[in-house]
């Protein structure tokens, strides 16, 4: 054997924390690209007249964005229940897609002084 490749040779199983990393990683970069498809077709759905033909919007880049990482277009919709609604049309295989949570703004939780460390407390003594 070539000893310029033996360093090849010798890879050494993750270990398990760095399996969990690596998994944890997956997760959240599966969980953004989740918030990103939603937004996407949200934003099209808005556009005026995008489904008059009974056709759905489908992101233009879906195929090459989110369906490596999400799946197929209509089983990330069904998945969504919360966000999406698939109303089948009159043929086999027509549908368009409606946003059930009527464009609704999600408002974060105001932010509450004395949520950190101990009770009304910053660093140090005499705070």
């Known amino acids: 054997a070539d000893p310029r490749f033996e360093a090849y040779d010798a890879v050494e199983p993750l270990t398990e924390h760095e399996l ?3 998994r944890k990683r997956m997760e959240s970069v599966r969980r953004d690209s ?3 498809a939603v ?5 099209g759905l808005r556009q005026p007249g995008v489904q008059q033909d009974g056709r759905p919007f ?3 880049d879906w195929d090459r964005l989110f369906k490596p990482m999400l799946g197929s277009y209509v089983k990330f919709l069904l998945s969504r229940p919360d966000q999406f609604r698939v109303v089948e049309g009159y043929s086999p295989g027509e549908y368009t897609v409606e946003d059930v949570t009527m464009n609704k703004i999600v408002k974060a939780l105001p932010w509450m002084k004395g949520m950190g460390k101990g009770k009304d407390k910053g660093k140090g003594k005499g705070k």
């Open 20 to 22: 969990f990393v690596q």
């Open 39 to 43: 937004c996407r077709i949200k934003h």
């Open 34 to 36: 989740a918030c990103k």
């Open 58 to 60: 489908v992101p233009a």
